[in-house]
């Protein structure tokens, strides 16, 4: 069963920088494209960044230049960073890929940024 899991939650200082990593298994995560996704209360799942499969990469325009998205494909992992953050940033961030026409989600990681 392909799974997605996140790692690199938990409190942040406004300003500051971070970085989230969602590892696969079961699936090559080279061969597809990765999106990160930012949900707060009440709201549903934003759009933050992608990297397609083949490379290419875009931004929400909230975070760009502020925000990289990456592979490392020895650990088939995607990771997103962002620096200089701001309480805007605070959320629960899912990276979500996809496969023979079905979704896949990881599990989800709190980042919470405080002023």
């Known amino acids: 069963q392909v799974q997605l899991v996140e790692a690199g939650g938990g409190s942040e200082q406004g300003g500051g920088s971070w970085r989230r990593c969602c590892t696969a298994s079961r699936i090559v995560m080279r061969t597809k494209g990765v999106r990160w996704y930012r949900q707060t209360a009440g709201k549903e799942r934003d759009w933050v960044a992608v990297?397609?499969?083949?490379?290419?990469?875009n931004y929400e325009d909230a975070v760009k230049g502020r925000c990289t998205i990456y592979r490392d494909n020895e650990k088939n992992t995607v990771y997103l960073e962002m620096n200089s953050l701001k309480p805007e940033a605070t959320g629960v961030y899912y990276c979500k890929t996809a496969s023979r026409n079905r979704d896949y989600w990881g599990q989800g990681t709190q980042v919470t940024v405080s002023s």
């Open positions: 990297v397609a499969s083949g490379g290419a990469r």
